[in-house]
């Protein structure tokens, strides 16, 4: 979804985007002819809304557009008029369980098995969560071309192997749940630290990754995974009223004001992590739930359990090597034994391409360097990151950063 359209689509109108698709699938089939038609809609939704209103009811609305184009486009095919005939009287509003129904049924027709895992997801996010190929590039450290081409070719592979849309039995949610899972992770991590736009946090992203993820769990409740998945979900979103100032910059999670984390959600979250670890064997999501409910048991940010949260970090890198979770380890090792620990672990991580592309080990670096009292070298290193951050609020924040540090070094002249 590019920036215009998140300025149009609240979390409400977001939601119907996927049950759209859902329904041109259920109809005409052609996932990739199906999802196009419904990018159409939404582009046409970006002109004509800010212009007329919002519709009284945005997914008719989309559903009737999206309907239009996917018959302009086959048009001349004999065999689609056909079931357009046949499939005349069908209700184009449906009913809430429908829907819902419909939401859960598209991730797993996306996570078909005869598509490799990472291109299950790629598709996933983009026909049931709505990114954009940008959006799921970055998820993926990739680069935008490649990650285009493996969208594309997951909806033919799919519309040439045969879509098995419709009920959904647990034999196939068990089967598919994986690359389920993974593709809400990535959803929610879109929304809690955005690859681009104006906003510091999608809020609408991370509350229909959280709405999917619950329908997940209720359709597998005695999955550990789901569970576990569930529990780092709540516990970071209870942190979102504190995660951005009143000029809706970001805050940093030891300066945030820990009265406005959201205590039910603290507690749900905490309690479905318990139970993700008692149930099962250490997973990469389970660890993750459980550096949440770490975070969350801290009633400030002196009073955070920094030597348990590496020890977590240091299970987390065994189980899933990988990036995200060695600069995560880096920022614990910087907390639990100083920052010059902290640079050193960083050090380690500088010739890593993809974290290289990003703004995020720098940011980290920065951090670390101004608590080892080496300023000058943090306001470059804060300054760029700041060139590379792709979100605006997060690239204020970071200039914001390299500033202070200046104004204090002037200060000592």
């Not at 302009?72 to 829907?99: C, F, K």
């Not at 027709?109 to 990114?131: D, F, M």
């Not at 569970?227 to 516990?235: C, E, F, P, S």
């Amino acid at each position: 979804m590019n920036g215009r359209l998140d300025t149009i689509f609240d979390a409400n109108i977001r939601a119907v985007i996927p049950l759209v698709t859902a329904a041109l699938v259920r109809r005409y089939g052609g996932l990739a002819d199906c999802e196009d038609a419904v990018q159409e809609a939404l582009l046409e939704a970006s002109v004509s809304w800010p212009k007329t209103g919002v519709p009284r009811d945005p997914r008719a609305w989309l559903l009737t557009v999206a309907r239009r184009r996917y018959i302009d486009a086959v048009r001349a095919d004999v065999a689609r008029q056909a079931r357009e005939e046949r499939d005349a009287t069908l209700d184009l509003v449906g009913g809430a369980a429908t829907a819902q129904d419909d939401s859960l049924a598209m991730l797993v027709l996306c996570c078909h098995p005869v598509l490799q895992p990472a291109s299950r997801v790629a598709l996933t996010l983009r026909a049931v969560c709505g990114l954009s190929t940008a959006q799921i590039a970055a998820a993926f450290y990739a680069t935008e071309a490649t990650m285009a081409q493996r969208i594309t070719r997951a909806k033919r592979t799919i519309d040439e192997t045969g879509r098995d849309f419709g009920e959904l039995s647990p034999a196939m949610l068990r089967e598919r749940a994986e690359s389920v899972r993974t593709a809400l992770y990535l959803m929610f991590n879109e929304g809690y630290a955005p690859s681009g736009g104006e906003l510091p946090v999608h809020g609408e992203l991370i509350g229909e990754s959280i709405r999917l993820t619950r329908l997940l769990h209720a359709a597998l409740p005695s999955d550990v995974e789901t569970t576990a998945l569930l529990a780092l979900m709540l516990l970071t979103d209870a942190r979102t009223e504190a995660r951005t100032d009143a000029d809706g910059l970001p805050v940093a999670l030891p300066d945030q004001d820990r009265s406005l984390w959201n205590a039910d959600k603290l507690a749900e979250g905490r309690a479905l992590a318990a139970q993700a670890l008692a149930e099962g064997p250490a997973t990469p999501l389970s660890i993750q739930a459980a550096l949440g409910a770490v975070h969350a048991a801290a009633a400030d940010a002196d009073s955070t359990d920094w030597g348990q949260i590496l020890g977590l970090y240091d299970v987390l890198v065994q189980l899933q090597p990988g990036p995200a979770a060695q600069l995560g380890r880096a920022v614990a090792v910087g907390m639990a034994r100083g920052p010059l620990a902290g640079l050193a672990e960083l050090s380690l991580l500088e010739n890593d391409e993809r974290l290289a592309r990003g703004h995020r080990l720098l940011s980290v670096r920065a951090g670390l360097l101004e608590r080892a009292g080496a300023f000058d070298e943090a306001i470059q290193t804060y300054a760029e990151a700041g060139m590379k951050a792709p979100n605006t609020a997060e690239r204020r924040w970071l200039e914001n950063q390299a500033r202070r540090l200046e104004a204090i070094e002037r200060t000592k002249k």
